[in-house]
């Protein structure tokens, strides 16, 4: 639950740093500092380990560097709740494709029910089409996060992993990143505010959602991650001023009553 409103917040203040900034460079931004910040207190330790458990830990940061860049890049040419609600697909698909009792397809239906309530579908029409792509391409690459990361918490000690895995994102967002922030990136301020949506975006909830996935079902993460799309529209209504309506209401409660029976009979 901390993950999931930290990483919310931090879209929020990223999508405010687009005036100054291009998302690609607010990635670069988002995932050096979170890297920078990590690795003062973790040191990635990769003796001992197969070469299998380095190449899955090297994906896991590649995937995280992809899901970011396609995620803001859709965050950049959608409101919040269509970007979010999109993106979702692809954690709903690792409950569905996981699920093994009829009592849990209720739960996702359920979820899936308060997505379909939460995203203005209506207005999505009018909405970019690249937008849509890049929520879309966003919604896969969160699905083998989900995967990766339980993979990666098994394999590396501790938060190891993760500060290896944010080596590698760091790396692989770091030449657009630059080339598009160009001397932005040199702002006092934005450095500032960028750091905060590391630690947001990035050091906190990763933290905490690979310390979640030791300690529970992948299918049950799964649709608990459902109260995504719920917590980024009372973000959207807090930090970016987007207003809630009874359907946005609905849908919270349909999201929550999922997340809450998927606990249960997890």
Not at 42 to 53: D, F
Not at 93 to 111: E, M, N, P
Not at 121 to 150: P, R, T
Request: proline share 5%; hydrophobic share 60%.
């Amino acid at each position: 639950m901390l993950g999931i409103v930290s990483v919310q917040i931090g879209a929020g203040l990223a999508k405010n740093l687009f005036a100054q900034l291009s998302p690609t460079a607010v990635v670069f931004l988002r995932i050096a500092a979170g890297t920078l910040v990590l690795v003062a207190f973790v040191r990635p330790r990769i003796r001992g380990l197969s070469w299998q458990s380095i190449g899955i830990g090297a994906a896991f940061g590649a995937i995280l560097a992809l899901m970011n860049l396609s995620f803001y890049e859709a965050l950049a040419r959608l409101p919040i709740g269509i970007a979010v609600a999109i993106e979702f697909m692809g954690p709903l698909g690792v409950a569905v494709a996981a699920s093994r009792r009829r009592l849990d397809l209720l739960w996702v239906t359920l979820a899936a029910t308060g997505i379909v309530l939460l995203a203005p579908w209506g207005d999505a029409a009018n909405a970019d089409w690249v937008g849509i792509a890049f929520a879309a391409g966003a919604g896969v690459c969160w699905g083998a996060y989900i995967l990766l990361s339980a993979s990666v918490g098994q394999r590396f000690p501790g938060t190891s992993g993760l500060a290896f895995a944010m080596i590698i994102g760091t790396l692989v967002v770091a030449p657009p990143g630059i080339i598009s922030g160009g001397a932005g990136l040199l702002d006092p301020m934005i450095l500032l505010i960028g750091l905060g949506v590391g630690l947001l975006s990035s050091v906190i909830p990763y933290s905490l959602e690979l310390e979640a996935l030791r300690k529970m079902p992948k299918r049950v993460f799964g649709i608990l991650m459902s109260l995504e799309p719920a917590v980024a529209a009372l973000v959207g209504l807090v930090v970016l001023g987007e207003i809630l309506h009874l359907r946005e209401w609905a849908a919270i409660g349909c999201v929550v009553v999922a997340s809450v029976g998927a606990a249960r009979s997890g």
